[in-house]
Structures are given as C-alpha cells and as structure tokens.
C-alpha cells in the first residue's frame, strides 16, 4: 500500500492541473499503486529538480552533448563556443532533429554591450531555377514534396557557427569541433528516444522512396543495418571527415571549398539545383530581436520573420488582456484563451510572414498593444470561433528540431536552435559527407500573389525559433523549445507557468501542454483553401476529462495524445540577478540532461 505522503503528492500534483477532487482521487490511486510512482520532499510530484549551478551550465537534448558543451566552459571557452561543440556534437548524436545540412537561429545575451543580439543563419532557395522551373518540375502536384531534392535549399549552419564564433567566440574552432570529431569518429551509444526517431524517420523514408529518389548514400550512413537501437555504438567516419575539414578550413571548406564542389557534383548526378554558386552566395544576417512585455516585467524576446518567433509575441499581446490567474492552470478557461490566441496569431502568421528581403511585412502592427487588443476581442470567452480571419495590422498615423541553451561565468547566455525540419530532412546525403539535407524549402507557398511564394534566391518561411525573457530590463531566461507549430504556443505556455502560476524552471517544461493544429496555413493560397480553420486541439494526458469535456462543449475539437511526440521538448536556463547563480532545466519529452559546474 502506497504512503499517505505518497497519494497526497500525487494528488496535489494532479490538482494543480485543473483536475475535480473524484478524478484527480482516482488518478493519484493509478500514480502511485499501478505505475509505482514515489513521492517529492519539495516541488510537485509530477516534476523533478531543476538543476543549479554557479559558473556556467547547459541544457540540450543529449547528456553527452551537455557534457562536451560543459567541458568547452571550463576550458575557458564562451557560452558561443560551448554552444557550437554541443551543437555539432547533436548534429551526430540526434540526426533525427538537426545537423550542418540544417539551418540555425541564435539569440545572444552580452554581458559587456549589455544587448540583445539576434542571428538569422538560414539558406536560400537555389538562384537558377525560376518559379516556372519548380512548378514543370512538379506537374500535377500542388505543394513542394517533403523529400528529394525539391525542398532542399542552402544549409546555413555552418556559417552561423562561424558568425557566432566571429563576434563571440574564445576558444579555436579546431577545439570546439574536437569532441564532435572525436564521436564520429570513435562512437557514442545511441539514446533511446532518439532510437526511436531513428526507427520512425526510416519507415517513412522507405515509404517514399520513389519521391526521394537517391537513397543508397543516406542508408549506409544512417541505416546500414536497420535504424540503430537504444544502446548501440553509432559511428560516422564521413562526418568526422567534413567536420575536419571545416575544424582546418574555416566556413569556405563548406561554402567555397571541396565541400561545396562536392555538393555540386552530387546535386548535378541526382538532377537537383543547387549549385556550387549558391553556397558561395550564401550569408547569415545579425537581426534585431522584437520584444513584447506580458506582465510583471516579463518580456518575451523572439526573432523576426522568416521565422515564426513574433507569432509567440502575438500570443503574448493577446492574452496580456485577461488575467488567467482566476481560473486553475489545467482549467478548460485557460486551455480556451491560450488557443485562441493561437489561431488568431496563426491567422496573420499564414498571411504576413516571409522572407523580408521579398515581402513587405508589418511588424510594427501586428506586435502593437492596439492590435492586441483588437485582436482579443475577438475571442468568445464561452465557446471557439470556427472561422477566424487575418487581421488588419496597420496602424493609423508546423518538423524536428534540436534546441539547446549555454550561459557561462561571464553572464553571457544563449538560445540556439537548429534543424533539419521533417524528421531528418530531404532524405538526401551527399557523397561521403555525413550528413542529411534539409527540406525545409517545402514550407514555400505556390500561390504568386503570397508573401512566402517561391521564388530563386529567398528564404522560406521558417518554423524553428529561439527564445529570451528578460525581466525589469535585465537577462532573464534563456529557452525554446522545440517541435513545428508547436513552438510559439510552447513558448507562451512556459512563460504563462512560471508567471502566472509559479512554477520553477524544471516544472514549467514537465507540465502537461496543448497543441493545437490547423487553420490557414503559409503554405497555402492567400483564401487558405482547403483548410479546415478550426483545427484539431491536441492535449496531453495530464489534462483532465473534465477540462476535455468542457473544452468540447465550448466547440473545440479535442483529442488526447499519449506519447508526447508532438507537445515538443524544452531546455532553459534562468539567472539570477542578485547572485549569477544559474537554474537550468530539461524535460521528460526528450532524453537531455541540463548540466552545470
């Protein structure tokens, strides 16, 4: 028989989640009699620790990257160097949610020019086929195919690697890269959700072989005896090789050198389009991260479009409206707001967001308190509006990813994340490299009259977003979270739990999320044909049936999700004004480990 400590923990933990006295009763009896769940001194009983540490720490989504990224610290490296090593160490160790054929954003706090610093190392569709050429090459279909080659555009991690490392880095980029080349090369045990990525990311490949054409080189890197379980040593000597040659040849190895001519020669074999000139063409750009205050001097600080980072702000400038804080966090009230604000946000989101270089957007509208306001009256507090619309801005007069977080002993602190997009991306290795192309040019719009239309030369819109809390003008938090679609509401509902509820770092990620799916789409027409608007709101099974009932009854389309595959997998870290002591956190969704010294 379970402790009376034991069932009151667990009650008190699916309390807290909006639960009726009956149903939170009969699921702390299932936690701790059926599943064997044990009880915390301090916190809740659904969450562990958050992780503390004065000098420097990490969170990522691997413990042997946090590791390498620690060891980088306390060789004297910044939190940039220690970023890159854990990055290029996850580009080998989750293949599944990133790499250097990926794209990355990064957003820097400097303790010296005491700024925000926002970069935007994301490539571009190739520069020789026109519109006209993708549209005969794709015939029939309506849309850009996950796989092959179509979707491939510049991969722009590497650069952003070495933009970082110009402005922030201390250590040589031969050293930060060591710990990556040394894994490759030698091993590391693959880890269990990432083995089960892999077994994931191979069934789908093997289902559309057709469509990626060229797989031999991808399954003898990846696959060569089934997708790698849970324990086994994983090696890839091709990725050492390229990673050796940019560790002694700087960013033109990849961009200039005889890993673009390879490139090259492969994308010509395949028939693709990319071409040596384009990697060549390739930069990354510093932009200015945007800002919006929820409350209590809490500013949430995301990067501007291509990405998706101003819908989480958006979200934020809704909700600032209503006080969440009368109602019980899993409450089907708070589960409504927070989903509204997302579809109001992803209304615009499928409008406006592009490629600036090739769109007009207005920022300055959609992140105004005025907008905000408007746009929140627009929710219906008793029941979910069908057919939301785009919003008019102007004022008068969903992939896979991998997220991390490094904060060091000087208080710099940053937010990094990078992909490769669906699941591993193109299904395409080049010869001898390593590593997997993204795909991320699928998220092209068709239609020619749309801001995110394809077009040579540009940008897709882009899914992965860092993210920074700063609070009463001072860094924050450092954290994103990673996950298509999933990210901006993920954002938002972090930031809700730890403002509007208290909770600690550690349990702001574990807690039970939403994520709703659906409505008009960047993708897509202007007129979002084919979308059904209302969308499908996902939730995770520490939300009660109560809350899901009520939630139905107020017209959403509710379904629960089990495994956690699609709520995402978060990484932050906090410092501590008055101390510099860091707190750093990552969740049960992946297999990471946040790590200190």
Same mark, same amino acid.
């Given at each position: !028989? =379970?402790? @009376?400590?034991t069932? %009151?923990a667990?009650?008190? $933990?699916?309390l807290? /989640?909006?639960?009726?006295? +009956? ?33 420097? !720490? =990490?969170? @990522?989504?691997?413990? %042997?990257?946090?590791?390498? $990224?620690?060891d980088? /610290?306390?060789?004297?490296? +910044? ?71 179509l ?9 952003g ?49 057709d ?11 990846y ?33 200039e ?51 998706q ?13 209503v ?54 009256a ?111 509401q ?21 807690a ?52 956690g ?8 870290i ?5 101390t ?18």
């Amino acid at each position: !028989m =379970a402790s @009376t400590f034991t069932r %009151l923990a667990a009650l008190a $933990a699916i309390l807290s /989640l909006g639960l009726t006295p +009956s149903l939170a009763q009969e699921r702390a009896e299932t936690s701790a009699l059926e599943m064997g769940a044990g009880g915390r001194p301090v916190g809740q009983a659904w969450s562990r620790s958050p992780v503390y540490a004065e000098h420097g !720490m =990490a969170a @990522t989504a691997h413990p %042997l990257a946090s590791q390498v $990224a620690v060891d980088v /610290l306390q060789r004297g490296g +910044s939190a940039v160097d220690a970023a890159i090593a854990a990055n290029a160490a996850l580009g080998l160790m989750e293949p599944t949610g990133n790499g250097i054929g990926g794209d990355l954003f990064a957003i820097v706090w400097d303790p010296e020019t005491q700024q925000l610093y926002g970069l935007n190392a994301s490539g571009r569709s190739p520069m020789g086929r026109s519109y006209a050429d993708l549209r005969s090459a794709l015939g029939d279909a309506d849309s850009i195919p996950p796989f092959g080659h179509l979707p491939v555009s510049v991969p722009g991690t590497v650069d952003g690697w070495f933009e970082l490392h110009g402005r922030f880095g201390r250590l040589p980029m031969a050293d930060i890269l060591a710990p990556a080349i040394d894994y490759a090369e030698n091993g590391h045990p693959v880890s269990p959700v990432i083995a089960y990525y892999l077994e994931r990311n191979l069934a789908r490949f093997e289902e559309r072989l057709d469509m990626i054409g060229e797989f031999d080189n991808a399954r003898a890197t990846y696959f060569a005896d089934g997708a790698p379980e849970a324990g086994e040593m994983f090696r890839n000597p091709d990725l050492a090789n390229t990673l050796r040659m940019i560790a002694e040849g700087g960013r033109n190895a990849f961009y200039e050198g005889e890993i673009a001519r390879t490139i090259d020669a492969y994308m010509r074999r395949i028939g693709g389009d990319l071409r040596l000139e384009d990697f060549a063409a390739h930069r990354s750009e510093w932009v200015a991260p945007g800002c919006v205050e929820y409350r209590d001097g809490y500013e949430l600080c995301e990067l501007p479009p291509n990405g998706q980072g101003f819908a989480a702000l958006q979200m934020v400038n809704i909700l600032r409206n209503v006080d969440l804080t009368q109602w019980p966090r899993g409450s089907a009230e708070v589960l409504h707001y927070i989903t509204e604000a997302k579809r109001l946000a992803f209304e615009d989101l499928a409008r406006f967001y592009a490629d600036p270089a090739f769109a007009d957007i207005p920022v300055e509208g959609l992140l105004s308190e005025e907008y905000g306001r408007r746009r929140f009256a627009e929710i219906d507090a008793t029941r979910a509006n069908p057919a939301f619309q785009p919003g008019d801005p102007r004022l008068e007069g969903e992939g896979d990813t991998t997220y991390l977080t490094v904060a060091d002993s000087s208080g710099m602190m940053v937010s990094l994340i990078q992909s490769n997009y669906r699941g591993m991306g193109s299904g395409l290795v080049a010869d001898g490299l390593g590593f997997m192309f993204q795909d991320r040019g699928e998220l092209f719009s068709l239609d020619p009259d749309h801001p995110n239309v394809y077009a040579p030369g540009k940008r897709p819109f882009h899914t992965i977003i860092p993210a920074f809390v700063m609070r009463n003008g001072a860094p924050h938090m450092s954290f994103g979270l990673m996950g298509g679609g999933m990210q901006p509401q993920g954002h938002v509902q972090v930031l809700i739990n730890m403002v509007d509820y208290g909770m600690n770092v550690q349990e702001a990620g574990d807690a039970a999320r939403l994520n709703h799916d659906g409505g008009r789409q960047p993708t897509q027409d202007l007129e979002g044909t084919g979308a059904e608007l209302l969308g499908t709101l996902h939730v995770e099974p520490g939300i009660s049936e109560e809350t899901i009932e009520r939630l139905r009854a107020m017209g959403h389309n509710v379904e629960v999700v089990e495994n956690g595959v699609m709520f995402g997998g978060y990484q932050a870290i906090i410092r501590d004004p008055e101390t510099g002591v860091y707190s750093g956190a990552t969740e049960m969704r992946k297999d990471g480990q946040a790590l200190g010294y």
